[in-house]
């Protein structure tokens, strides 16, 4: 079965950091380019972070670049989205999603993607 389960989530106080974890079950996420989405109340949901399966190029958000970091674990087959200088505008649930795609570059519409996650809270907070 195929399946894609975030963690990491929580409560933080502004400014502060967390890590997100992507891991993957019955499929190889090596193969698939990755991205982060979240979903705030009452908005759309919106692309955070991709990176790419054939040479791992990133890409982001113009809201987090410089603060937040993408990366892949192929050995434990988990992506991660390191997310430092949180504001309280980055509250949302965050979502992993996987697209079979071997393209160089990756993109934020959700269309493309084929498996998402159940999505994690994220909450920053004083």
């Known amino acids: 079965q195929v399946q894609l389960v975030e963690s990491g989530g929580g409560l933080v106080q502004p400014g502060g950091s967390l890590r997100l974890s992507c891991a993957g079950s019955?499929?190889?996420?090596?193969?698939?380019?990755i991205g982060w989405f979240r979903q705030a109340p009452g908005k759309e949901r919106e692309g955070v972070s991709c990176i790419t399966s054939s040479d791992g190029s990133t890409y982001y958000a113009d809201s987090v670049k410089g603060r937040f970091t993408i990366s892949r674990d192929n050995a434990k087959n988990t992506v991660y989205l390191q997310m430092n200088s949180l504001q309280p505008e980055d509250t949302a649930v965050y979502y992993c999603?996987?697209?079979?795609?071997?393209?160089?570059?990756?993109?934020?519409?959700?269309?493309?993607?084929?498996?998402w996650g159940q999505g994690t809270q994220v909450t920053v907070s004083s």
């Open positions: 019955g499929f190889t996420l090596e193969y698939y380019a």
């Open positions: 999603a996987a697209h079979s795609s071997w393209d160089p570059i990756c993109s934020f519409n959700t269309f493309e993607y084929d498996y």
